[in-house]
Nanobody, 115 residues
Framework: QVQLVESGGGLVQTGESLRLSCAAS????????MGWYRQAPGKQRELVAT???????NYADSVKGRFTISGDNNKKTVYLQMNSLKPEDTAVYYC?????????WGQGTQVTVSS
């Protein structure tokens, strides 16, 4: 069984930064890709950024130039550096991992950006 544990959320003001972390644990496995999604109240969950095992990245247009995703394959951990945060970034951020074609989700971490 794979578990994803997120950390790093919180309350910040507009323009400030946060760094989210997500660590995967469980039996021996190989991660195909990891990523971050977010869900704001009353909205659907949306992609924020993903990174493959070979470090190929993909970003939502709304966060390009402000967010950076990175990963540590040895630690099975993915990070999301979020700079220049805006109130519209407020959401619950979920970590997702694709492992042997199965999808795993973390429990989510709240990010709140005040204006």
């Amino acid at each position: 069984q794979v578990q994803l544990v997120e950390s790093g959320g919180g309350l910040v003001q507009t323009g400030e930064s946060l760094r989210l972390s997500c660590a995967a644990s469980g039996n021996r496995f190989s991660i195909g890709s990891m990523g971050w999604y977010r869900q704001a109240p009353g909205k659907q969950r949306e992609l924020v950024a993903t990174i493959t095992r070979s470090s190929l990245t993909n970003y939502a247009d709304s966060v390009k130039g402000r967010f950076t995703i990175s990963g540590d394959n040895n630690k099975k951990t993915v990070y999301l550096q979020m700079n220049s945060l805006k109130p519209e970034d407020t959401a619950v951020y979920y970590c997702r991992a694709v492992i042997y074609s199965a999808i795993y989700w973390g429990q989510g971490t709240q990010v709140t950006v005040s204006s």
